[in-house]
């Protein structure tokens, strides 16, 4: 049994490789080379973009998750990602399946683990000098399924905080409903935002959907490869 689940969950991962340096050791280099335009001669604004979207990923707790799964053993990084991924889609959903838009600490901690998604998309796209190609494209698509239910998810939950539309849900599914048609641009008509507040949900919703996912499927899909972008095989 244990052997089944390991060829399950792990697959075909080499024991002994160990990569030169952990996530954490790659975004502190990943910074460095932005900084020294050691991949591509931007500036001004540009380069400040690029320096931020970088340096944003210090302040959540992803990348210091892989790198503490990477120093145990790097056959669970993946895993460990996978399942910290799965947590974080599940944390809004429980949030709207049990009413709990009350605790206030909780919505602070779900729009804090939505900046993280909604910044990380754009810093792969856009920052990601070091990084070496993915060992598994369909994974990574995969992933961005999972990036896409869990900020779909989230913005229901914050539909639901105030008397933000024009009536109000009967379910616990119609907010997610309702988010999903917002990010895709439909809007059939039976719920819409009356109030500042609502309808500058959905203005970030959309404007998030139809650019940076949009922009990151294609860049996925069509596995582009241009100098600075995945081409560092070495710094593994």
Not at 43 to 62: A, T, V
Not at 113 to 138: G, H, M, N
Not at 139 to 158: C, K, P, T
Not at 211 to 218: A, D, E, I, R, T
């Amino acid at each position: 049994m244990r052997t089944f689940f390991r060829k399950l969950l792990i697959g075909k991962v080499s024991r002994t490789y160990k990569p030169r340096f952990n996530p954490l050791e790659k975004r502190i280099l990943n910074i460095r080379s932005i900084w020294n335009n050691d991949h591509q001669d931007d500036n001004g604004i540009e380069k400040i973009f690029r320096l931020f979207l970088s340096c944003s990923q210090l302040l959540f707790p992803g990348i210091y998750i892989k790198t503490m799964a990477c120093r145990i053993n790097y056959i669970y990084q993946d895993l460990i990602m996978d399942l910290y991924i799965l947590l974080k889609v599940a944390f809004p959903f429980l949030i709207l399946l049990n009413n709990w838009q009350d605790y206030h600490w909780l919505i602070v901690l779900l729009v804090y683990f939505i900046a993280e998604t909604v910044l990380y998309i754009p810093t792969l796209i856009f920052a990601s000098d070091l990084f070496s190609r993915p060992r598994s494209y369909k994974r990574s698509m995969m992933m961005l399924f999972l990036n896409y239910a869990e900020v779909v998810i989230a913005f229901g939950v914050f539909y639901t905080l105030g008397n933000n539309m024009n009536k109000d849900f009967d379910t616990w599914f119609d907010p997610i409903y309702f988010s999903v048609i917002s990010s895709n641009s439909v809007g059939f008509g039976d719920y819409y935002p009356v109030t500042t507040f609502g309808k500058a949900l959905v203005t970030i919703q959309s404007m998030f959907f139809l650019s940076f996912v949009v922009l990151f499927l294609n860049f996925f899909s069509t596995k582009v490869k241009s100098k600075g972008y995945f081409d560092n095989e070495e710094i593994e």
